[in-house]
């Protein structure tokens, strides 16, 4: 007899990692869709500030994807969140942000985002910036 044990490792019971994208821009959330579905990930979507504690919390993501420039999310309030909290303390961050903001880049630094990148590279590469962040933290 085969029983499903509970996730570990942020692996689900079928095998797909889990990603909560608190990306509310919906050309960016489809770019992270597109990206990652195929490969195996599930993802968590964050639309509010609220969503962001309560779903890293109950989806055990593998990783978590923030826009520094979103206009819905605060993404330092979501730092701040996730970095205080301790259940979250090695939870990879990948953020993206203009690249001409470097203030928002050293803040976010500051804060303990794994890694930042500009909003084009992570078009270009999300899928291996999410793999990069996640094998950082369990190697």
Do not use: C
Not at 104 to 121: D, F, H, P, Q
Request: charged letters at 25%.
């Amino acid at each position: 007899m085969t029983t499903l044990s509970q996730p570990t490792d942020n692996i689900d019971a079928t095998g797909r990692k889990t990603v909560l994208v608190a990306v509310t821009d919906i050309f960016f959330y489809t770019k992270v869709r597109d990206a990652l579905l195929p490969h195996g990930y599930t993802l968590e979507r964050a639309r509010s500030q609220d969503d962001i504690a309560l779903k890293a919390s109950t989806a055990h993501p593998a990783a978590v994807i923030l826009n520094m420039n979103d206009e819905t999310l605060n993404a330092f309030q979501a730092l701040e969140t996730l970095r205080t909290d301790p259940q979250f303390q090695g939870l990879p961050i990948l953020a993206f942000a203009n690249h001409e903001e470097v203030e928002t880049w050293n803040r976010a630094k500051s804060m303990g985002v794994t890694k930042i990148v500009s909003r084009n590279e992570f078009s270009m590469r999300t899928k291996d910036l999410v793999e990069g962040v996640i094998s950082r933290t369990s190697s």
